[in-house]
């Protein structure tokens, strides 16, 4: 599976897997990792890390935006052969490790099938392992608030709805925010382009995730890294206000 590697500034990669994005913080040869894209996009990804001079073994800790399977894919693929740590929010660290699961449904996503792009993103998604069993053994909390001591030095930022512990991660100094699903910039089921919300039937909490677009307002940055879609150059701020406006 291919993926496309593209260098937005300094020390900072996004990465366009087959359907999902996934951001590679580089310091030397040694990265932190920003998601894992779908267990079908490993191969892309062990190809991106060499592609900007790394590798597996370089991956310094794995962060996850949220558990679901197209940005956890190979977390614990990861962990488990290399020994990265995995980090994720407290509340999503549960979900992570499959306590529980919250993401659409099969049924769910048969019934909204009558949608344009629906049911062949849902075919694709299959067989890129939206059901395989991706849970991490040892999924690890953000030691606390504030820039992780990793390189890319990414400061979490907790942005419920979509799950109950999703996180985007702002980069202060590049003035970068890598939202994940809390705000993107296209997806196979959507017909618009640019910054909008996922569908709904993607969201746990959707008036939570609405909510959450006004934490990603107050964030200083004018490139928006997305779990789906294209990279978004202009103010941060003015995507999250347009994605907002576009959901009521
Ligand atoms: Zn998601
Ligand atoms: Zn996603």
Known sequence: MRAAVRHVADGTFLVHGEDTNWVILTEGDAVTLIDTGYPGDRAGLLASLAEVGSSPEAVTAVLITHAHNDHQGSA?????????????????????????????????????????????????ALRSGATANVAVTAPEPFPGPGPLDLPGRPVPVHTPGHTAGHCA??????????????LVTGHPTARAR???????????????????????????????LPGHGPLHKGPVRDAARLARERAQ
């Open 169 to 182: 991660f702002h980069l202060p100094d590049t003035g970068v925010v890598v939202s994940g699903d809390a």
């Open 194 to 224: 640019g910054p909008q919300m996922l569908t709904d039937m993607f969201h746990h909490e959707r008036a939570t995730a609405v909510a959450s677009l006004d934490v990603l307002a107050e964030l200083d940055g004018d490139l928006l």
């Open 76 to 124: 614990e693929y990861l962990s488990a052969t290399y020994g990265a740590p995995v980090l994720t929010h407290q509340a999503e660290v549960p979900h992570a490790r499959r306590d529980f699961l919250h993401q659409v449904s099969v049924g769910r996503v048969l019934r909204g099938g009558w949608r344009p792009g629906v049911l062949p993103w849902a075919a694709h």
